[in-house]
């Protein structure tokens, strides 16, 4: 059964600065998402990493698979407070069904 | 610009009382999730279809949840009983699923309080 955790879950940072949110898998998967969820809102879907060394960025975000540690990363590069949101990532479990395991999900704040 | 509608946004009820909620998945979509959040387990996926017919109910309560999908476009997660337990945001997604590695597109939630 594919697990999926997260760190660190609590994250405050200082507008301008660099941080790496770690995402650990237990098993084989071959699909890695990361998802941004405001406060009181649903979830937007960020990034799909679908094989090893697979890098996608957007704007401020940098996200990151490497299959091999199970690990895939999200960089936040030159924080601005607009990035504060919880980010979730989640893995594909095994075939071809879709349903996939989330984290505990890191609650960022980006502070002036 | 296609969204996932979900029905009601807020449900207040008491303990005891039937509560339905409805989800309008995405036209063209093949996949719909139920997920449920709460601050304690996080996002717990309850059920989900393919093509309407029920693919994993396991992580759903089977003695007081049930959930249908009677037409492809309106999608239903009942709770009967409810109990105070059952507090918590309860989200629809849908995706046009292949592979598997398609995107899973969200709706809003419905945020129910059981008392």
């Known amino acids: 059964e594919l697990k999926v955790e997260q760190n660190p879950l609590f994250l405050s940072m200082q507008e301008g600065k660099n941080y790496t949110i770690y995402c650990n898998y237990s098993?084989?998967?071959?699909?890695l998402y990361w998802y941004r969820q405001d406060p009181g809102k649903s979830l937007e879907s960020l990034f799909v990493?679908?094989?090893?060394?697979a890098v996608k960025q957007e704007g401020r975000l940098m996200a990151s698979l490497d299959t091999k540690a199970r690990l895939s990363t999200l960089h936040i590069t030159a924080a601005v407070h607009d990035l504060s949101a919880t980010y979730f990532c989640a893995g594909g479990e095994g075939g071809s069904q879709g349903n996939l395991i989330f984290g505990k999900g890191t609650k960022l704040s980006v502070k002036p | 610009d296609a969204r996932v509608t979900q029905t009601p946004r807020h449900k207040v009820t008491e303990m005891g009382q039937e509560v339905t909620m409805r989800c309008q998945p995405i036209?063209?979509?093949?996949?719909v999730f139920w997920y449920r959040q709460t601050m304690m387990q996080g996002l717990e996926l309850l059920a989900y279809f393919r093509n309407r017919a029920p693919l994993d109910d396991s992580g759903m309560p089977k003695d007081r949840f049930s959930a249908e999908m009677p037409d492809a476009t309106l999608a239903t997660l009942k709770i009967q009983p409810s109990e105070p337990r059952d507090s918590a945001v309860y989200f629809c997604?849908?995706?046009?699923?292949?592979?598997?590695?398609?995107?899973?597109?969200f709706g809003p939630g419905t945020r129910l309080l059981v008392l």
């Open positions: 098993t084989t998967s071959d699909r």
């Open positions: 990493l679908l094989s090893n060394g």
């Open positions: 997604a849908s995706g046009l699923v292949r592979t598997g590695a398609e995107t899973q597109y």
């Open positions: 036209l063209g979509h093949n996949t």
